[in-house]
């Protein structure tokens, strides 16, 4: 998961450098509610976070690993690295939405 702030008079992302599950925690590292970032004031409320994929990652990487064991494994693989991304790109979606529906 990470988290961003956007920029009010151009409209991009600026990602933060923190990593919280909560506005509460965030707040908390940073020592207040609100904070300075590029020179500009935000609120911890204005921080949204965005989830990882790491389903293509997970699965290239399983499938590199089955290169071992040929075709089949390179199948076998990848498909055990589809499983494995895909449950971890759920969990973060779940933290997601928890971080984006926090306030402080």
């Known amino acids: ?17 923190q990593s919280a599950s909560s506005k509460e925690e965030l707040a908390n590292l940073l020592g207040a509610k609100r904070f ?7 609120s911890v409320n204005e921080v949204i976070a965005e989830a990882d994929e790491n389903t293509a990652g997970a699965m290239a ?19 055990i690295g589809a499983l494995l991304g895909n449950s971890s790109d759920n969990e973060d979606k779940l933290k997601t939405e928890k971080f984006n ?3 402080v």
């Open 36 to 42: 300075r970032l590029d020179d500009k004031i935000y």
């Open 61 to 79: 990487a399983g499938g590199v690993i089955g290169v071992v064991g040929g075709v089949p494994g390179v199948i076998i693989g990848g498909l």
């Open 1 to 17: 998961m990470k988290l961003y702030v956007l920029d009010k008079s151009s409209n991009e992302k600026t990602y933060l450098k």
């Open 101 to 103: 529906r926090s306030q």
